[in-house]
Nanobody, 124 residues
């Protein structure tokens, strides 16, 4: 059974930075894509960023609103995916969820395992 455990959330002022981490356990990490979604208060969950499995070209994907500010990366030896968030804005305030597809060698889509989430709050 896959477990995804996020950490690194918190309260930061606008313009600041945070780095989220997600440790995965229960399967061979390098075979699976990893990603992040977020859910702002009163809104639906939305895609933020993803990175393909190792051997999948290391391709990364970002929603338009975070391009140039957020960076996703992975450390297969540590079974960890990171989301570096710079130049944070109040509209980035949300619960951030780590996700990974149920199937190996597939990009992040709609059929994912989900972590419990970590709160990010950006004050103006």
């Amino acid at each position: 059974q896959l477990q995804l455990v996020e950490s690194g959330g918190g309260l930061v002022q606008a313009g600041g930075s945070l780095r989220l981490s997600c440790v995965a356990s229960g399967r061979t990490f390098s075979r699976y894509s990893m990603g992040w979604f977020r859910q702002a208060p009163g809104k639906e969950r939305k895609f933020v960023a993803a990175i393909n499995w190792s051997g999948g070209g290391g391709t990364t994907y970002y929603t338009d609103s975070v391009k140039g500010r957020f960076s996703i990366s992975r450390n297969n030896a540590a079974n960890t995916v990171y989301l570096q968030m710079n130049s944070l804005k109040p509209e980035d305030t949300a619960i951030y969820y780590c996700v990974s597809p149920r199937n190996a060698y597939t990009p992040v889509g709609t059929d994912n395992y989900w972590g419990q989430g970590t709160q990010v709050t950006v004050s103006s």
